[in-house]
């Protein structure tokens, strides 16, 4: 079992859809939790940083950490097709520990 | 972009040629770090640096060497290119800090035949 799970997708949705990708892990040491998005062929830009459970909002974007089930949300509100790209979610327990990558959810937003 | 350049961004290579690719950043990071990224597997870390000279194991370090003379440059050799090589390669580094996060570069398309 991989500690991060991460739906591959692809999610599909019309432009102005609220969209929510979402990621499990099982290791209870983490407590950072990163969304990184990637267009085609690009490398990961960071999206969203969050430290341990609650939410935070940035524009259009708002990431939630639930720690006590060991899932992390971002939701999307009024999505664009600027939006379409592959979403990774990340984590690690801070300090010098290693980043845990999930495998990244495909979203494309349809005009 | 915090800074980082990646070359070559593509190589088509055979089996058993050396390789190396290189990684350049600007802004003095302690912190580097080379992953491949595989469909199905995600970003796998091979091996990172936190200083000259100064380098370590990733999860999937086998095949691969790495190097840092300077601070601004990280090398990734792959001594003898397999198939199971092929991939593409990322380079990122840690901003350390208040978030202290890792921003990545464009990537190097690398392709063993």
């Known amino acids: 079992q991989k500690e991060v799970e991460q739906d591959p997708g692809p999610l599909s949705v019309p432009e102005g859809a609220i969209v929510s990708l979402n990621c499990t892990y099982s290791?209870?040491?983490?407590?950072?939790f990163m969304w990184y998005r990637q267009y085609s062929r690009k490398g990961p830009e960071l999206l969203m940083y969050?430290?341990?459970?609650g939410n935070k909002e940035d524009g259009r974007f708002t990431a939630q950490v639930d720690k006590s089930s060991k899932y992390i949300s971002l939701f999307i509100r009024d999505s664009q097709p600027s939006d379409s790209a592959t979403y990774l979610c990340a984590m690690n327990a801070g300090g010098y520990q290693k980043v845990t990558f999930g495998t990244g959810t495909k979203l494309q937003v349809i005009p | 972009d915090a800074g980082i350049t990646q070359s070559p961004r593509h190589k088509v290579t055979e089996t058993g040629t050396p390789v190396t690719l290189r990684c350049h950043q600007t802004e003095n990071h302690r912190y580097m770090y080379w992953y491949r990224q595989d469909p199905g597997h995600g970003l796998r870390l091979i091996h990172y640096?936190?200083?000259?000279?100064?380098?370590d194991k990733g999860e999937v370090s086998d095949g691969y060497s790495v190097s840092r003379s300077k601070t601004e440059d990280f090398l990734l050799t792959l001594e003898s290119a397999t198939s199971s090589q092929t991939s593409v390669y990322f380079c990122?580094?840690?901003?350390?800090?208040?978030?202290?996060?890792?921003?990545f570069g464009p990537g190097t398309r690398l392709t063993v035949l």
């Open positions: 290791n209870s040491a983490f407590q950072y």
């Open positions: 990122a580094i840690r901003q350390e800090g208040s978030t202290d996060t890792q921003y």
């Open positions: 640096s936190y200083g000259v000279k100064d380098t």
């Open positions: 969050t430290y341990s459970s």
